[in-house]
């Protein structure tokens, strides 16, 4: 079995005024639950702790609780236990476990020079989404990206049989497959046009004057999967994004955006230590 | 498999200024891995949840993981994983994951009418230690029961393989041996006189003006055990407290206190609603 932990904290992951006690159990659970996904695991239970203030109303924590329990229902797993205690914010600590059914975790450390690099999902949906609502356009279709996140669990499903890495992306595509790129020892290269784009991503994008693809490279919260692949994958909902590549003498396993696409950033792009965030 | 998850709160559970990160991180992984333990299950390993400020020195954390590791190694199991963020208050949630070695689990609902109720341990210990802090009488050797709780975890693997029910008891003899009799549809009878008495818990009640008991029958944190046996059980760190009986016709299941030595609490005392705390 596998395990996977993460937290939540008002004001720093959610804001109640931004997203409702609904949204936030939906994201809890699907943060979680993404994780057990990408080890090749079947989510099975989950553990919910809620720390919270007194005079949070009752229906905003039924409200979690019902979110909770819809995005496990996705995947046929449940809330089996918790703890409520008091605190001056909203915490939610999930913990999910899960079945691997016999099989071997799928881990970070697989990638292969050669492989493809795949994603499923819109990567910087929910960054975008969490722009949005930063700039006061809480009316945009993206926001509910960041409000809640819908992670392709099928498709990862169906990913990890032939995948030799995979991982869920909760902080930004440079930063995750980052951590495949070391555990692995290789060079990860993403070529920026061929990341996913949307007509919402790309109306957000224009609207706040920024480019998209900055979202989808450092922008956290999609929940999405990434994987590395020795064979070409079919089916909806994925797209290859780059490639695994032995590392070059004289530098360090990480992660290369080849963007000729965005004239600010033409030729290589390194990120010899790509941004991360604590609550990872 | 058996999972617990216990959520700590700065400010709720603990204070900094009573109790070290090396302290908290023993705390919290007692109150996680004795519900492991209390459900007839090896511990295996531990997720650690933890929020805290920014300005929290590393050391406290170091010391709180220390703590963590320490408390694990008493049987053999292991920080796994987990996820740091930041919030305002220090919070740490636990999740406590248990090999039940193909076993049922040991469950609340198993208590029968002619069982014995034991206890490990001085319930009410951490209480006391609790209100001697509160008193400003920190050079009280009982504090120690509060700041670091220390569950007998061999008595209780020793219980359990003879015992019909068992739980830990963090809030309380009366509240959690209340979750056993209405579990179990029995009453369950304590004789106040057979507690377990240390001259520490007997000073902290004379210099307090209170009766130990009290904090026996009602105070939470000492993560010690108590089960209900068919038959006598032998060995140190066992008291036999009580006995298990049929429901009365026309009360409830729960928990009654006979008292015959404190003379303010003659006869019976009922408690039809026993007080009970969140974060249980």
Known sequence: ???????????????????????????????NLADVVAMGARPTALLVGLAC????????????ADGLAAECALLHASVVGGDVVAAPVITVAVTALGDLQGRAPLTRSGASPGDRVIVTGVPGAAAGGLALLEAGRSDHPLVSAHR???PDY??????????SAMIDVSDGLVA????????????IEIAAARLPMTPELDSAGRLLGVDPVVWALTGGDDHGFAATVPRPLDGSGVATIGAVLEVVPGESPGVVVIDADVPARTGHEHFPSPPSRSGS
Chains 1, 2 share one sequence.
């Open 1 to 31: 079995m596998v395990a996977s932990t993460d937290v939540l904290v008002e004001g720093r992951h959610f804001r109640t005024d931004w997203s409702s006690g609904y949204d936030v159990g939906r994201k809890a659970a699907a943060a």
């Open 148 to 150: 809640r996140p819908t």
């Open 154 to 163: 099928a498709a990862a499903q169906r990913i990890a049989d032939g995948a």
């Open 176 to 187: 995750d497959l980052g951590h495949v790129a070391r555990a692995s020892g290789v060079r």
């Open 53 to 64: 203030p007194g005079e949070l109303s009752v229906s905003w924590v039924e409200a979690l």
